[in-house]
């Protein structure tokens, strides 16, 4: 069947960022310019790639559009899947993207060596996991963000990042090993590694296969939950986001958010409905596992006092609260937690750019900024013309500081989930779904009514964490004026953190149809039939045609 050039476009956010990191390598390093150039050009075509392929997934009431890449039909050849829920990762990879790369082009780029080839790298391995339909080659995709990681993890060198980079690597290898051992165990029992043909054998597993199969799951799950930074397996990601450059953290801000896409793609496909008696196998542990993270973020923020800490606890809070609401299992707290996905996604990346600027007006407790300045030669005192003791009252407030300071307040906003920005929809949108489902009311006695107000009890624990942590940080950074310094920002700098808070506002003023995107795709997602009937039944291309 021959199809028109859009119907390829599905394989353009693979194909494209691996080209552009092998072009890139070819220039050598002393071609940072024409790099960042490259680079800028490629992440936008992703972009807009990415949104052409989130209005192709919307076209129908559930539609899967599935690429064979080499033209072997399902389950023998590689399948690409499009569907709502990966087409919006995709469009949130991009933001996310570009966002951290303009930022970076300030200097963060020319901290170190293959920074740009290293960052499409990363593309690539977010791209394919999101799109891959096959768990091997999840493997694969999942193990080429991973070196990426590692690199731009380390870019800026210093002891604190070779540091955090061992350890961040070790613990990613151990996940890396888990990994191949339950796909291993799942192949053992069911032969096959493609998902949907996973999820229509999963149910005809003899009895005395079944205990295999769910420890090949079980052990598959604990990867994904390292990658998502749960509880107890977390304790890597506070220092590694902290230590970071801000440009990496926040595009690492999505790479948490890998972990959960497969944990919700894999637990409801799996062990849906037609699993027998696997049915909801792994629904209730992740569940609680959620609220332990909820709890430990919670926690771990209340106690933080380093900025770059505190922004890793709320992504672990981020983490948490998404595990909690796919343990639940209901296709309505599904849509409202892909809402608080993408609204705390924004300002989490948004908040890991922010705080380096915040750090430039301080001249205490600020370990990473004297190193970050001498690294690029700006460790050069900053005259003052005001005597800031006489001049407490009445002084008209800089740019600059006006810039940060409304930014912070956004950025702490929609983290606590206060009114009126997004985080507040997000998290209503999720205490109304769980507390009165549909309007009813569970039955008496079952434990779900117990676990709704323990989460509703960590979400407002968390939210007010959030605000008196934050609240803190704010103080030291905008209302202490001894000895501080003005800090120089640059429109390239600035311009990030802005569009990805108007992205946010966005999302709150256009939450009615931003919801309605949601509701359809998690009920795709809770009702699998179509994903699995759509990737089993692809057809082969003809001569010098491709797939659909």
């Known amino acids: 069947m021959m199809l028109s050039w859009h119907d390829h476009l599905m394989i353009v956010p693979i194909v494209l960022p691996m080209l552009v990191a092998g072009f890139m390598l070819l220039l050598g390093e002393g071609r940072a310019t024409a790099k960042a150039v490259v680079n800028v050009a490629a992440t936008l075509a992703l972009l807009a790639v990415a949104i ?9 009431p559930v539609r899967v559009a599935v690429y064979l890449a080499a033209n072997w039909p399902a389950p023998f050849g590689i399948a690409l899947a499009l569907d709502r829920l990966s087409a919006i990762m995709l469009l949130l990879t991009a933001i996310m993207a570009l966002g951290s790369l303009l930022y970076s082009l300030a200097r963060w780029h020319r901290a170190g060596v293959h920074f740009h080839p290293l960052f499409q790298l990363q593309l690539m391995g977010l791209n394919g996991a999101f799109l891959t339909a096959d768990l091997f080659n999840l493997f694969v995709f999942f193990e080429i963000l991973l070196a990426a990681s590692y690199g731009l993890l380390l870019h800026g060198s210093g002891p604190q990042r070779v540091k955090a980079g061992l350890h961040y690597i ?13 796909v291993a165990l ?16 999963i149910g005809q597993v003899a009895g005395s296969d079944r205990m295999l199969m769910e420890a090949g799951a079980a052990i598959l799950g604990v990867a994904f939950l390292i990658k998502a930074g749960a509880w107890p397996l977390n304790f890597w990601l506070p220092p590694s986001y902290a230590a970071a450059s801000p440009p990496a953290a926040a595009l690492f ?42 709890t430990f973020g919670t926690l771990g923020m209340l106690a933080s006092q380093n900025t770059g800490r505190l922004a890793g606890f709320a992504v672990i809070i981020s983490s948490g609260t998404l595990l909690s609401a796919v343990g639940f299992g209901r296709d309505s707290v599904t849509a409202a937690a892909l ?8 300002a989490l990346g948004a908040f890991f750019l922010l705080q380096e600027l915040m750090e430039r007006s301080r001249t205490f407790g600020a370990d990473l900024l004297a190193v970050t300045l001498e690294a690029f030669g700006l460790d050069r005192p900053v005259d003052t013309e005001e005597d800031m003791s006489t001049t407490d009252i009445g002084v008209a407030i800089p740019a600059a500081m006006a810039f940060l300071g409304l930014s912070f307040i956004a950025c702490a906003l929609v983290l606590s989930g206060l009114p009126p920005l997004s985080g507040f929809v997000a998290k209503f949108a999720l205490l109304t779904t769980i507390l009165n489902p549909d309007g ?24 007010l964490t959030t605000v008196v942590s934050l609240t803190r940080i704010g103080i030291r950074a905008f209302w202490v004026p001894s000895g501080r310094a003005q800090p120089r920002l640059r429109v ?9 808070l108007v992205l946010g506002i966005v999302l709150m003023v256009q939450a009615q149809p931003a919801m309605r995107y949601f509701t359809d795709t998690a009920r795709a997602l809770h009702h699998p039939d179509d994903y699995v009937r759509g990737i089993m039944s692809a057809r082969q291309a003809g001569p010098g045609g491709a797939t659909p």
Request: charged share 10%.
């Open 52 to 60: 052409a392929l989130l209005r192709q997934a919307d076209t129908g």
């Open 170 to 182: 070790a613990v990613n290898l151990v996940g890396s090993s888990l990994f191949l051992i339950g």
């Open 186 to 201: 799942i192949y053992g029992v069911t032969g096959t590694l493609n998902m949907a043909d996973v999820a229509v054998r």
């Open 253 to 294: 801000s999505i790479m948490t958010k890998v972990g959960v896409y497969v944990i919700l793609r894999l637990s409801l496909l799996m062990f849906g409905d037609q699993a027998g008696e696997s049915s909801g196998f792994v629904q209730q542990w992740i569940l609680y596992v959620g609220l332990a993270t909820l």
């Open 339 to 346: 809402f608080y996905l993408v609204s705390s996604t924004l």
């Open 440 to 463: 009813l009311t569970p039955e008496v006695g079952s434990p779900e009514p117990v676990l709704a107000w323990v989460l509703l009890g960590l979400l407002v624990a968390s939210g």
């Open 492 to 500: 390239i700098e600035v311009f990030p953190i802005a569009a990805m």
